[in-house]
């Protein structure tokens, strides 16, 4: 057999079903749109990525046999689709139809270039940056091996970089990158790699657009370019919280059948100074301290994590500060629901469209709520950080893309509360129902550490906690006396933020990803009926 891949055969998407009327096939039809009679994919009719092959083993057989050639020249048309697995995975799968005729193959290919030329959601042009450090440093690997195959077969032109240091790409993407040469831009590797990514193509919008990133109240102007993943790292809890697994196969066919999904992103600032942009967690108290004890022990893997999350559950250090936020109001939806943030998601669709408008009320409305205390834990999750560790998340009931964060603030507790809380995370009981657990969906959000209140706010404290407890939060701050320290850091996606007093605010959709959220179970239920291609 040898392929011969029509060189101007395009590569897109469509819906193939039966019956039909595909040109001398009666079994099969081809169509951009799926067929008007059903409203939900009928089964087998899956998105098809199309590769054309010619194949002639039977000429060879029977020209041997002295054959005619011409008459026993047989074409096929191999098309290639995508088909539903266990676990929100996808795999690609073919079908071949074989014809008798050359001249007829040929209009199949040509109805079918139509088609597929007719999708202009579907990436052309790839810019790729892999880490090769990243996880069980296999990205390059993987990538080669998994998805570059994919790309070839679905005909995307791409541009490898491997990056050599940290922020390579970030840089890259800044300054030097040729933008417009690409429909978009995917990273092989892990939640660190996939933050440089965001950086890199914000901040380049942001300066194309002449607007200033370092102020808080700028409304920023969302990336035209979406955003591939190819998991490839310790946590990979974005591309897990929007495709539903971490499978490198998957998120290339994701890519492949050109998907899109938009994301909020937080963006963290400090005396009006921009410091970075956050997209799933950033947390200040245990998930600071469990980051900045586990970046010690990067030659450990993915399990360092572990490591440095039982290491700081043990140590349960808690920390003094005031968090004042705006709660997103007017949005439907709240923390508390059951209902989750799925694949068209009508939460997402309602708040999504008007943030700006929201942004603006608020930005003249002094109506936030403050709330001074002792903290184990202040998180705040702009998606719900679904992950291997935690399938459900830090917040299982937030949104993509409806302009909200959802802040939660886990006060002083005993480690028996705060195991039942942290063990929540992994089962089907609810984290937030705990009375020492709150959790408010809001749009911005500032944190000040004890130790950098002003003056008159620790005379409040004096008069209101007594002289004692002031006394013994000095010793804290004095770094001779080994006590528990006054401050933790924040873990803002998975790095260390350099300041501890900071103020965030949520952008609706600043982004776009390669992706289209978690799909419901009953779509990919049609994979165990037999009809099923
Ligand atoms: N060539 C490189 N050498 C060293 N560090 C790099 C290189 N390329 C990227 N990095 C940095 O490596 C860090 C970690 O990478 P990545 O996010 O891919 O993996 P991870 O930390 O194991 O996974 P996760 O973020 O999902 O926990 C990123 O912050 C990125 O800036
Ligand atoms: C004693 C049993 C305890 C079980 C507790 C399980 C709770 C798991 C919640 C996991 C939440 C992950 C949130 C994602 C954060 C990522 O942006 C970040 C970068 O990859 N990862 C971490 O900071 C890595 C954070 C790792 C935390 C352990
Ligand atoms: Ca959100």
Redesign the pocket.
């Given at each position: 057999v040898f392929h011969l891949r029509e060189p101007s055969a395009p590569w897109g998407g469509g819906w193939l079903w039966r019956p039909g009327c595909f040109p001398g096939v009666p079994e099969w039809r081809w169509g951009s749109l799926p067929p008007p009679s059903h409203h939900s994919p009928p089964p087998g009719a899956l998105w098809i990525c199309c590769r054309v092959e010619r194949t002639n083993i039977l000429k060879r057989k029977f020209l041997t046999l002295l054959f005619v050639k011409t008459k026993w020249r047989l074409c096929c048309v191999s098309v290639s689709y995508v088909e539903r697995c266990q676990q929100h995975r996808w795999r690609c799968a073919a079908v071949t139809f074989t014809c008798p005729d050359g001249g007829l193959c040929q209009s199949w290919v040509g109805a079918i270039a139509e088609q597929l030329a007719a999708i202009t959601s579907r990436p052309r042009r790839l810019l790729i940056y892999i880490n090769p450090y990243g996880g069980k440093r296999q990205g390059g690997r993987v990538y080669e091996q998994k998805v570059a195959p994919l790309f070839a077969q679905a005909a995307i032109s791409t541009h490898v970089i491997v990056t050599e240091h940290a922020n390579h790409a970030r840089d890259h993407l800044r300054t030097d990158a040729e933008l417009k040469k690409y429909d978009g831009v995917v990273c092989v590797g892990?939640?660190?790699m996939f933050s440089e990514i965001v950086h890199g193509l914000i901040w380049r919008t942001q300066m194309d657009s002449s607007l200033d990133p370092n102020s808080p109240d700028e409304t920023l102007t969302s990336c035209s370019l979406r955003i591939g993943i190819i998991p490839a790292?310790?946590?990979d809890?974005i591309c897990f919280a929007t495709v539903g697994t971490n499978d490198p196969v998957t998120s290339a066919l994701h890519i492949i059948v050109g998907d899109s999904q938009p994301m909020d992103v937080c963006s963290i600032h400090h005396n009006n100074t921009f410091l970075r942009y956050s997209v799933?967690?950033l947390g200040y108290g245990f998930?600071g301290d469990?980051?900045t004890d586990s970046e010690r022990k990067r030659w450990m893997g993915p399990v360092r994590?572990d490591f440095s999350?039982l290491k700081m559950?043990l140590t349960h250090h808690y920390y003094e500060g005031t968090v004042s936020y705006l709660p997103a109001r007017g949005v439907v939806g709240t923390p508390r629901d059951a209902a989750r943030c799925r694949s068209g998601c009508v939460v997402c669709q309602h708040n999504g469209p008007k943030p700006s408008e929201r942004a603006e009320k608020y930005e003249t409305d002094d109506c936030g709520e403050t709330i001074r205390g002792k903290f184990l834990a202040i998180n705040a999750a702009s998606m719900s950080?679904a992950?291997p560790?935690?399938p459900k998340g830090?917040s299982p009931a937030a949104h993509l893309a409806d302009g909200t964060t959802d802040l939660i603030l886990v006060r002083k507790c005993s480690r028996f509360d705060f195991?039942r809380h942290?063990?929540r995370?992994?089962n089907k009981e609810d984290q937030f129902d705990l009375n020492f657990v709150e959790v408010h969906r809001v749009v911005r959000f500032r944190f000040m550490p004890r130790h950098c209140q002003s003056d008159s706010d620790l005379e409040l404290d004096l008069l209101e906690n007594g002289k004692r407890q002031i006394f013994g939060q000095i010793c804290r701050d004095h770094p001779a006396c080994g006590c528990a320290p006054a401050y933790s850091s924040w873990?803002c996606?998975?790095e260390i933020l350099t300041h501890t007093a900071i103020d965030v605010r949520v952008h609706c959709r600043l982004i776009k990803l390669f992706a289209r959220g978690i799909e419901e179970p009953q779509v990919f239920e049609d994979l165990t009926n037999p009809c099923a291609i």
């Open positions: 892990g939640d660190g790292g310790s946590t809890c799933s967690l998930y469990v980051l994590y999350g559950f950080c992950c560790r935690s830090l195991l942290l063990l995370h992994t873990n996606d998975g």
